[in-house]
């Protein structure tokens, strides 16, 4: 099993719909959580960080499922800039990944493109 | 504040020859990540670094090597470039739990 697993898309929706993200995560040990985003031929950027109780930051709410080891973003009245890549992000504890990447692992992103 | 630092942005490189790619940030940040991206792909992790002198392999490590003698530096060596390492290559630092910040990249191309 995939250490971050993403639905690659891409997910095409009208502008002002609403788009929901998934992601699942494989390590219970992780500590931490983010959904980054990603524009063409750019760097990731931290788009927001997902906390057990739920957080939100306008447009965009993110959600945490530590039993079920899953999170989720959720962005409402999607906008034309709101086309990117999201890349789901766990921050592991050292030594809990097998010789992986202790620290960030990336899942490999969903594209979003909105339609106008 | 600089934060990541990378450098070159841009390379083209003949095969079988051999650059570093250099990464610096100015934030005392313990861990530092090389990350490759192909097109259309996600990021797949090279090597990392949980501090100065400690560094580990990642997923896709076959080709690279680094060093980590400071905080500040971590630089990411190609022996012998293929065309399979045509590729955008990012370093990233991790202070702890909190957010990643990354460079702007180096987009290499092997011919």
């Known amino acids: 099993r995939k250490e971050v697993e993403q639905d690659p898309g891409p997910f095409n929706v009208p502008e002002g719909a609403t788009v929901a993200f998934n992601c699942t995560y494989s390590?219970?040990?992780?500590?931490?959580f983010f959904w980054y985003r990603q524009d063409c031929r750019k760097e990731p950027k931290l788009l927001m960080s997902v906390y057990s109780s739920g957080n939100e930051d306008g447009r965009f709410t993110a959600q945490l499922n530590r039993a079920s080891q899953y999170i989720s973003l959720l962005i409402r009245d999607s906008k034309l800039s709101d086309s990117a890549t999201y890349l789901c992000v766990v921050n592991n504890l050292l030594g809990t990944t097998g010789g992986g990447a202790d620290g960030l692992t990336f899942g490999k992103g969903t594209h979003l493109i909105i339609q106008p | 504040n600089a934060g990541v630092t990378q450098t070159p942005k841009f390379r083209i490189l003949k095969i079988g020859q051999s650059m570093t790619l250099q990464c610096a940030q100015d934030m005392n940040h313990n861990y530092m990540y090389w990350y490759r991206q192909d097109p259309g792909m996600g990021l797949k992790l090279i090597y990392y670094?949980?501090?100065?002198?400690?560094?580990d392999k990642g997923e896709v490590p076959n080709g690279y090597n680094v060093s980590r003698s400071t905080t500040e530096y971590f630089p990411l060596r190609l022996e012998l470039a293929a065309p399979s390492q045509t590729s955008v290559y990012f370093c990233?630092?991790?202070?702890?739990?909190?957010?990643?910040?990354f460079g702007q990249g180096t987009r290499l191309t092997v011919v």
């Open positions: 990233a630092t991790l202070a702890g739990g909190a957010e990643a910040f």
């Open positions: 390590n219970s040990a992780s500590q931490s």
């Open positions: 670094s949980v501090g100065a002198g400690i560094t």
